[in-house]
């Protein structure tokens, strides 16, 4: 079997961004880890402040909808372009249906 | 496998009863979002399921009778004009972008109970918009583009 140059350079650069990846996580905390800083200094903010800040019980909500309201935005941007790319690469409009058949 | 209503009294009755109270569990998730897992994308995403039921059930030509392709689109860019007007109405009232305590000027319910509303409104408008992304991908993927009032002409 003859393997393609293009699919050499493809598995070439596969491996080495996933020995990239590897090598930064390395340098992560460890799981779970309470001195890692997303433990000392976002977590407990979140936790202390959530329902005085916002009278949600749901930290989740909180985080996700309010102290990140921004990221949530680009979220849901992406959902109505998602939609947006579907309906355009797919619908065919009525007239160019036509001009096909003729 | 669309373009026609199934012939099965059972299938149909069932959706018919059904889809009701998806809708309502739908609505359920997206405003408990406060106090349970759930919110506007899961929400939504119940929501633009029980549309594709009535869609599978019911055929193209009837369920877009109630959810046409114009109206999926409009709800789609409505969900987030409903979050960026939100976060806009902030920046209006004198608070920073999507800073729902200060929605509280024109609430009047105090800052934390205004994030709240603030989180519930946003989270209104993700739901329309997923639904409205759901039904529309649904309806391009599974007909190729071309929808049945395509057919007629």
Redesign the interface.
Known sequence: MKIMPLKMVAFAAVVLTGALLLYGVEDMPAWGDPQSPANTHVSPRYIENAIPDTATPNIVTAVLADYRGYDTLGETTVIFTAGIACLYILRRPRNQRRKERD | MLSRESDNLIVKTVVRIFVPFIQVYALYVIAH?????G???QGGVILGASIVLLFLAYGRRQAMRRMGEGLT?FM??T??FI??GI?LLCLLLGGN??D?ASLDRILHVG???S??L??LG??V??GI??M??MI??FL??ST????P??DN?
């Open positions: 979002g406060h106090y349970s897992p919110g506007g994308f689109a789609n860019s969900g987030v979050y960026g976060g972008l999507l729902y800052a934390a109970q994030r709240s603030g989180i946003v989270e408008g993700v918009a997923v409205a992304a529309s991908i391009d993927i190729g583009g071309d929808l009032d395509d002409d």
